[in-house]
């Protein structure tokens, strides 16, 4: 790969840093990630990930932007109330990084679509506000071999862990989808706005670590923080051999949708 | 006495009692919104009350998440 020279002011920042360089910058340029909800966590990954200069960016959300999203999901705007979520955060993108090829997919990831949509991507971010979705990413990465980053926000906290074959997955920690309503949405409960760029920045920062190889993963561990008190937790965690889906006598063989609590089921204004 | 630790802090228990025990004196109404590791290993949510715990456990209780896109 040939950087430009305008390609290689652009990525300076990054070049200078030893250690990523032009190798790392490369390794940046040919990535492939997929962001799975294009909203509170999804908006500053997508923004990270394009001004870094990620060479394939993909969205996946089915929802227009409400006005009551803007409060975080800060890659839409004003003018973008009722516009796909996807087609919004594709106009950001192209005007931060016309290096990045964006594709967009206007619908929900489900059991059917996922193995073909996760399958052309290195790297899968869950930013989604669901529980069905976040064990359908789950899984859905563990039986194709894919690194994914999970994510979650609600209140003033945040957890996020990373998994990559091998390590602890999401279902190692939590076996399954709680109860519907047992734990509520951040549309029942809030969420400070800028927990989602608190946490959503981190995921983007696992990306980079991937792409370029540098680092630590957050494998085999959750951090988990709190706004109120702005403690920060990392726990260990491993890999069960119990696990339903990545433990030595794996159940889950398939992809499941789980049901959607009602009162998650969105109206649309 | 006996210290366990829960979520990175020291507890000092009179009685040593089930992981059941632990999670009503811990306040956690709702157990069915946490998952519960105990010295790093996932436990299962039928051997809460059977399991006891020793001196110099390790609990952690780690609260399910959701939010990110919502609407």
Not at chain 1, 116 to 144: H, M, R
Not at chain 1, 174 to 193: D, E, I, K, R
């Given at each position: 790969?040939?950087?430009?020279?305008?390609?290689?002011?652009?990525?300076?920042?990054?070049?200078?840093?030893?250690?990523?360089?032009?190798?790392?910058?490369?390794?940046?340029?040919?990535?492939?990630?997929?962001?799975?909800?294009?909203?509170?966590?999804?908006?500053?990954?997508?923004?990270?990930?394009?001004?870094?200069?990620?060479?394939?960016?993909?969205?996946?959300?089915?929802?227009?932007?409400?006005?009551?999203?803007?409060?975080?999901?800060?890659?839409?705007?004003?003018?973008?109330?009722?516009?796909?979520?996807?087609?919004?955060?594709?106009?950001?993108?192209?005007?931060?990084?016309?290096?990045?090829?964006?594709i967009t997919y206007q619908t929900l990831l489900s059991s059917e679509n996922a193995p073909?949509?996760?399958?052309?991507?290195?790297?899968?971010?869950?930013?989604?506000?669901?529980?069905?979705?976040?064990?359908?990413?789950?899984?859905?990465?563990?039986?194709?071999?894919?690194?994914?980053?999970?994510?979650?926000?609600?209140?003033?906290?945040?957890?996020?862990?990373?998994?990559?074959?091998?390590?602890?997955?999401?279902?190692?920690?939590?076996?399954?989808?709680?109860?519907?309503?047992?734990?509520?949405?951040?549309?029942?409960?809030?969420?400070?706005?800028?927990?989602?760029?608190?946490?959503?920045?981190?995921?983007?920062?696992?990306?980079?670590?991937?792409?370029?190889?540098?680092?630590?993963?957050?494998?085999?561990?959750?951090?988990s923080f709190n706004a109120k008190t702005m403690e920060f937790r990392t726990i260990k965690?491993?890999?069960?051999?119990?696990?339903?889906?990545?433990?030595?006598?794996?159940?889950?063989?398939?992809?499941?949708?789980?049901?959607?609590?009602?009162?998650?089921?969105?109206?649309?204004? | 006495?006996?210290?366990?630790?829960?979520?990175?802090?020291?507890?000092?228990?009179?009685?040593?009692?089930?992981?059941?025990?632990?999670?009503?004196?811990?306040?956690?109404?709702?157990?069915?919104?946490?998952?519960?590791?105990?010295?790093?290993?996932?436990?299962?949510?039928?051997?809460?009350?059977?399991?006891?715990?020793?001196?110099?456990?390790?609990?952690?209780?780690?609260?399910?998440?959701?939010?990110?896109?919502?609407?």
């Open positions: 790969m040939n950087f430009t020279e305008d390609q290689i002011i652009r990525y300076s920042r990054h070049i200078l840093l030893q250690d990523v360089g032009v190798d790392g910058q490369e390794k940046i340029s040919k990535g492939k990630v997929l962001i799975v909800g294009a909203g509170g966590l999804g908006a500053p990954v997508a923004f990270y990930l394009a001004a870094a200069g990620v060479g394939t960016i993909g969205i996946i959300d089915g929802d227009v932007v409400d006005l009551s999203n803007l409060q975080r999901q800060i890659i839409h705007f004003t003018q973008d109330v009722d516009k796909p979520k996807v087609l919004s955060a594709k106009e950001k993108i192209s005007q931060l990084n016309p290096d990045v090829n964006v073909e949509i996760i399958n052309d991507y290195d790297f899968v971010v869950d930013g989604t506000d669901n529980f069905p979705v976040k064990f359908l990413i789950n899984d859905a990465c563990v039986i194709a071999g894919k690194p994914f980053s999970h994510g979650g926000i609600l209140r003033f906290d945040g957890q996020t862990l990373t998994h990559v074959p091998g390590t602890a997955c999401y279902r190692c920690l939590f076996h399954a989808p709680p109860p519907p309503n047992a734990v509520p949405t951040c549309s029942q409960a809030g969420v400070l706005g800028a927990i989602a760029g608190m946490l959503g920045t981190i995921q983007a920062a696992e990306v980079l670590k991937y792409l370029t190889g540098v680092g630590e993963l957050l494998t085999n561990k959750l951090l965690t491993k890999r069960s051999e119990k696990c339903p889906v990545c433990g030595s006598n794996p159940t889950i063989t398939q992809l499941v949708d789980y049901a959607q609590a009602a009162c998650e089921i969105k109206t649309k204004r | 006495m006996a210290k366990i630790t829960v979520n990175g802090k020291e507890q000092e228990l009179e009685n040593l009692t089930t992981l059941a025990q632990l999670i009503t004196s811990n306040n956690i109404t709702q157990p069915d919104m946490v998952s519960v590791q105990l010295n790093e290993e996932f436990v299962n949510r039928e051997n809460y009350e059977t399991i006891a715990l020793k001196d110099g456990d390790e609990v952690d209780f780690l609260y399910f998440m959701g939010g990110g896109q919502s609407a």
